[in-house]
């Protein structure tokens, strides 16, 4: 069993940074491919960014040059620095990982940005 709990979402104008952080409760590089999610209104879930199982990362088109993600071992905390933000980045943001045969998510956290 995993738990997974974001933070730092909130309100910010475009043009704005916020940094949402994933805390697990075990060492994050027993969990594979930990990364984040998001999930606008009326919209399907998709991957923002992730680190794939060989260490490297993936990011959607989208936020390629804006967001980062990082992680540390020492806090097993993955964070998701995200600059120049933009009113199509609001959405509620997910942690997510695979631990053993499971997939687990956090219970996300929200992310608005105003024009």
């Known amino acids: 069993q995993v738990q997974l709990v974001e933070s730092g979402g909130g309100l910010v104008q475009a043009g704005g940074s916020l940094r949402l952080s994933c805390a697990a409760s075990t060492s994050i590089f027993s969990i594979n491919t930990m990364g984040w999610y998001r999930q606008a209104p009326g919209k399907q879930r998709e991957l923002v960014a992730a680190?794939?199982?060989?260490?490297?990362?993936n990011y959607a088109d989208s936020v390629k040059g804006r967001f980062t993600i990082s992680r540390d071992s020492a806090k097993n905390t993955v964070t998701l620095q995200m600059n120049s933000l933009k009113p199509e980045d609001t959405a509620v943001y997910y942690c997510n990982g695979w631990y053993g045969r499971r997939n687990y998510w956090g219970q996300g956290t929200q992310v608005t940005v105003s024009s």
């Open positions: 680190f794939t199982s060989g260490g490297s990362t």
